[in-house]
Nanobody, 115 residues
């Protein structure tokens, strides 16, 4: 059974940085494009960034220039470096395939940006 475990969230002040990690239980998952998603209270889950197997990355306009997605296939892991964080980045962040697989959603990691 595939498991994706997110970590690295926390409370940070506006302008701060966090690095999220996603560990996959099997290397087979990382044969696919991977994405980071987020869901803020009262809002739908949205794709924040994706990275293809070959390393091509794409970002939502709201995070372009501030977030960087990367992957380490040897470690079965995907990362999201978040800089210049804003209060509107507050959400639960999840990783999944891109497009997402309904059975692979994990618990997510909470990111709160507040002074």
């Amino acid at each position: 059974q595939v498991q994706l475990v997110e970590s690295g969230g926390g409370l940070v002040q506006p302008g701060g940085s966090l690095r999220l990690s996603c560990a996959a239980s099997t290397s087979a998952v990382l044969l696919s494009a991977m994405g980071w998603y987020r869901q803020a209270p009262g809002k739908q889950r949205e794709l924040v960034a994706l990275v293809t197997r070959g390393g091509y990355a794409n970002y939502a306009d709201s995070v372009k220039g501030r977030f960087t997605i990367s992957r380490d296939n040897d470690k079965n892991s995907v990362y999201l470096q978040m800089n210049s964080l804003k209060p509107e980045d507050t959400a639960v962040y999840y990783c999944n395939l891109s497009p997402p697989h309904s059975n692979y959603w994990g618990q997510g990691t909470q990111v709160t940006v507040s002074s």
